[in-house]
């Protein structure tokens, strides 16, 4: 039974990366809850609520182009109706990586959905 | 009710953090769970379980020493006995300052425990 929860929560996270790495951010807009708070290493402040959250998405909408990506050691730490996944991110773009931690905290209202997303830098020293 | 576990939330974390910011890691150690999983920018991997975190901290005991810090902006999305906190820690080092997203995923087992604690630095642009 958990597993299975896990390997669909994985498959969601799946789906809408690949979305997002196209440009394109309905997948994760689909997928967050309305009070969805957003936490990235750009932003002073995190975004706080659905509305925020797709008003950025909207800004960034069609310039995102990641060649192909590597969505690494996931994690599911899976409670009731929570559960936290973790993974590194790795995203090509040319001849750029950019290395991420994501969190993502789902939990299951009518679906899973999205209410906590931290997504930051990985440090290369 | 909601109100009061989320004050119970901030209080747990800034007593931890205090300790932390003198050096001192057992706040921490004392509030996180068997299955923690710790994520900071300098870690290319997760660290996984309390064992793995445990060492980390042990070989930076005493090393950490803030002037001050603030903890500005908390959040805590509770749902039952899971609760979410955020809160931007800037923390003032002689001339430095170190702006951090932090979010701490708190689970009520036999009292409030951390078991997913994604920190990340803001980067200034």
Redesign the interface.
Known sequence: MHQSIQQHIIALEIAALERWNNGDPDGYLALSSL?V?Y?D??????L?GFKALKEYYERIRGKIHVDHYELL?P?V?L????A?L?F?HCSYCGEKVY?W?C?D?Y?LNLQWQI??T??????N?
């Open positions: 009070d708070i936490i290493p750009f932003f002073e402040q995190k706080e050691n994690t730490q409670m009731k109706d929570r936290v973790t590194k290395k931690n969190t905290v939990q209410i906590h931290p997504w930051s830098l990985i440090e020293r």
